[in-house]
């Protein structure tokens, strides 16, 4: 099924092939249509949305509550199936997967940052960032070198023990990104990451993104914030269910950030 | 089994989180376990009590005694049916009764025995040697009355530990002293060795003496005897050792064995009546503390799904970052199994401990299966009631477990 799923795939990039794709895209969605049923009536949260995310890319996903653009991040992250179209993340077909298929591929291909740092209680850092790992059968001597690893990443070495009550809202973010780069995922998914925090800490936490995208990680955020959305390299504009712009666009620079000292002028991420 | 490992750290940490309710958990299965330990033990402790005290009977006897008045149960007037000399000589005789070891005629009286201003109310048995024998006494110092004795009419008597202590300080040698038993003067010339307190009876407060010397001092003149105890010479052939007993006395007193004025007890039937009877007073005590485990069951698993009601949320995260069904299953599994183990092993604690106090006048007696059995209960009854709501957190979709509050 999976063989037959993936050659699927690759005739979606052969369509969209001719400009010279070196890697398939992260993320191919095509007329991804999500239905549910309220009160016995259909309601469209998605009316055939359709987009590519190339490898590298940092994506802003924008809309008002009510854009679709919760549905559609929750499809991207395989917390949900779509009720028709197509999706394929990093080569592998979403559709007609099991429960326990999709875990396998949310633990494996993407890292969550959620608005909520979701975080689990009565776990110290260390643990909430070990944690994807323990689930992905990695030894215990390696998770922790590489929980410790992403942590001092993040800037938070000093603080491997603390509980995530004894942390700012900043750095349980940070703690958050942490665990969704320790699996070294084809995507980070970011559900309103600075919606909990200060500007302050959401410029630092952008800082961090601004980072990781220069690093080459692909990452995917919903916000409706236009000015976080600002610090992406593209920015796609969902109203209604569906996309009613796409741009490509000079990212911003961190302000405050610390750690974001090098220019990130950003040439990558336009090449499409 | 690292990964075994770490789930059994994280249910304790999970477990951890709340104290106090996992301590009320907890104290269900406890309870529970402790009284299936408790009462387990206390059933054992009874049949065990009742079976000495038909123990103290002696050993293979069969007990014959008048069962009132002239039998006429079958319409037969039947004359003088007592138990006398000549019944005795007829069972002794081996070819009568080949079954039987020896016969002793019994008289009892109760009196009061006196030395100086001690006194002390006590059950005199009159008899004959054997009868010592029979009924699993020992004399632990000085001599057993003897058939010289019994054929002289001698006032000497062997007397228990119990009246032993009941009229002599601490200290003092009853051997050779005289007592009083009502009016009459006996000699102490044996003692016997405690056979203990059965519950029901104190087997320690009698004196024995020569059944001539009874009927001269202390009942006066009979033709009859209370009643014979007879040994029989295996518990084999005790029901044997009934039927030629049975048979002698019908032909003595020229009647049937079914019209026979006499009531036979068999210590052999005996047990086994008092056994299967304390079986079912076993079992019934098993059911009560079963009952009570049960309730514990059902508070493990209300709890549990409490908790995973609570943790709807982290359970959504878990999920949402990789975590499949079978890990969230395990998690919950674990954490109410560790709870009713938990609860078990305190519970087996206590109720071992409870157990070493008398309870009710009974002595409890560790059923050496209960320990097992209710650790064995309590670690199903954490798997059992954690099921199902381990089923209904490892079953939540991601997406609607990470949208609770």
Redesign the interface.
């Known amino acids: 099924m999976t063989l037959t799923s993936d050659g699927v795939t690759v005739v979606v990039l052969d369509e969209r092939g001719q400009r010279p794709a070196v890697e398939p895209p992260i993320i191919a969605l095509s007329n991804i249509v999500k239905s549910y049923k309220m009160g016995g009536v259909d309601v469209l949260a998605t009316r055939g949305v359709s987009f590519t995310v190339a490898k590298g890319e940092f994506v802003a996903i924008m809309g008002a509550s009510g854009s679709g653009k919760s549905t559609l991040m929750n499809i991207i992250g395989c917390l949900d199936i779509p009720t028709s179209g197509h999706y394929s993340l990093d080569g592998v077909n979403i559709r007609n997967l099991d429960d326990q298929a999709l875990s396998r591929i949310r633990n494996m291909k993407i890292g969550f940052v959620f608005q909520g740092f979701n975080l689990i209680p009565r776990m110290s850092a260390l643990q909430n960032v070990e944690l994807p790992m323990a689930y992905a059968g990695i030894k215990p001597k390696e998770r922790r070198e590489r929980a410790i690893v992403a942590l001092e990443l993040v800037g938070l070495g000093q603080r491997l023990e603390h509980f995530s009550n004894e942390l700012s809202g900043g750095q349980q973010q940070r703690v958050s990104i942490a665990r969704a780069i320790s699996t070294n995922p084809a995507l980070i998914l970011a559900d309103e990451p600075t919606g909990n925090l200060d500007s302050k800490s959401s410029n630092e936490l952008m800082g961090l993104f601004t980072d990781l995208h220069n690093h080459g990680r692909t990452i995917v955020m919903i916000t409706h914030e236009s000015d976080i959305a600002e610090y992406a390299s593209r920015v796609v504009e969902l109203r209604d269910g569906s996309i009613i712009s796409d741009r490509l666009q000079s990212a911003r620079v961190p302000s405050l950030s610390t750690s974001a000292g090098a220019s990130s002028q950003d040439g990558d991420g336009s090449e499409v | 089994m690292?990964?075994m490992f770490?789930n059994l750290i994280m249910a304790v940490?999970?477990i951890?989180?709340n104290w106090l309710r996992t301590l009320l958990t907890m104290l269900g299965v406890l309870i529970g376990v402790a009284s299936v330990i408790v009462l387990l033990a206390i059933g054992t402790g009874t049949s065990r009590s009742i079976e000495n005290s038909i123990q103290s009977l002696g050993s293979n006897t069969l007990t014959v005694f008048s069962s009132g008045g002239s039998g006429t149960s079958s319409g037969t007037q039947i004359r003088n049916t007592n138990l006398n000399s000549a019944s005795v000589s007829l069972i002794s005789n081996p070819n009568n009764a080949p079954d039987v070891q020896s016969v002793s005629p019994v008289i009892t009286t109760s009196v009061t025995a006196t030395k100086q201003s001690s006194t002390y109310s006590t059950s005199v048995i009159g008899s004959t040697p054997s009868y010592l024998v029979a009924s699993n006494y020992t004399v632990s110092a000085g001599r057993s009355i003897s058939a010289a004795d019994v054929t002289s009419h001698a006032q000497v008597i062997d007397i228990g530990a119990s009246v032993a202590s009941g009229l002599f300080v601490t200290g003092t040698d009853p051997l050779g002293q005289q007592i009083e038993l009502g009016s009459a003067r006996f000699t102490i010339v044996g003692l016997l060795a405690s056979k203990g307190s059965t519950g029901l009876t104190n087997a320690d407060a009698v004196v024995i003496a020569p059944y001539t010397a009874v009927q001269d001092q202390l009942t006066g003149e009979s033709q009859s005897f209370s009643e014979l105890l007879i040994q029989g010479k295996s518990a084999s052939t005790l029901s044997l050792a009934q039927s030629e007993v049975e048979s002698v006395l019908a032909a003595q007193n020229d009647t049937t064995v079914a019209a026979l004025p006499f009531n036979v007890l068999n210590q052999a039937s005996l047990i086994s009546t008092a056994t299967s009877s304390s079986k079912t007073f076993t079992a019934l005590l098993g059911w009560v503390a079963a009952v009570s485990l049960l309730v514990g069951a059902i508070g493990v698993m209300n709890i549990m799904l409490v908790t995973v009601t609570e943790r709807t949320?982290?359970i959504?995260?878990?999920?949402?970052?990789?975590?499949?069904?079978s890990?969230v299953l395990t998690q919950f599994l674990i954490e109410s199994t560790v709870i009713s183990f938990m609860g078990g092993v305190l519970g087996a604690i206590a109720g071992v401990v409870v157990s070493r106090f008398t309870i009710a006048g009974v002595k409890p007696v560790l059923a050496s299966y209960s320990i097992p059995l209710a650790l064995g209960v309590a670690l199903s009854v954490g798997i059992v009631a954690g099921f199902y709501p381990a089923y209904r957190a490892a079953s939540l979709?991601?997406?609607d477990a990470?949208r609770y509050e």
């Open positions: 690292s990964n770490g940490r999970g951890g989180s949320r982290e959504g995260i878990r999920k949402a970052i990789g975590a499949r069904k890990v979709r991601p997406i990470l």
